[in-house]
């Protein structure tokens, strides 16, 4: 009998994506048959980037890991898991900071569909302190993000600042 194919849905805001989340994607692509990166399509979180910049950041950040898709969504999570015949979430997790909400969410998620399972995966420590909000703070006073980010990230970073400084 055929195994069954596991795929993993690692969903999140991605404004921009950083090498915390690339780090996050690398790992979890060993794992599972096919990880999908899906953008939160969100308009109240206020974004820097549209749904589509993110993705084409996305993408440019992972054409090289064959397993890997990007795509987008605005429904329930768990909706969203049932049209892709997702199993498993994946999410980071940072400091103890972010377990609280990652619990909350987890365990509403769990509610609305049992079979699905999150997966939580530590930081690599060298990213501990890397999120898309401390990457658009330092991009926005023309700090230096090249350790940060990748260099498509970095232009569009640019791009985006002098364009909303105009
Ligand atoms: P959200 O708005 O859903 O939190 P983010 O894009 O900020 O979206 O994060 C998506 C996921 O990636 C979350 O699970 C978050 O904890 C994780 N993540 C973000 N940055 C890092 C990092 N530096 N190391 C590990 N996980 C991270």
Known sequence: MQKKQSIAVYPGSFDPVTYGHLDII???????D?????????AKKNPLFTVEERKVLLHQATRHLPNVEIDSFHDLLTNYMNSK???????GLRAVSDF?????MASTNRKLNEDV???????NPQYSYLS???????????GTVTDLVPK???KALREKYNYLQK
Do not use: G, P
Request: hydrophobic residues 50%.
């Open 132 to 142: 898309s909000s401390i990457v658009k703070e330092v991009a926005k006073y023309d």
């Open 152 to 154: 498509e990230v970095e």
């Open 34 to 42: 096919t990880l999908v990166v899906a953008v939160l399509n969100n």
């Open 26 to 32: 690398h790992r979890a692509a060993k794992q599972f």
């Open 117 to 123: 399972e999150t997966f939580f995966m530590m930081t």
């Open 85 to 91: 015949n997702a199993q498993i979430i994946v999410r």
């Open 100 to 104: 609280e909400f990652e619990l909350q």
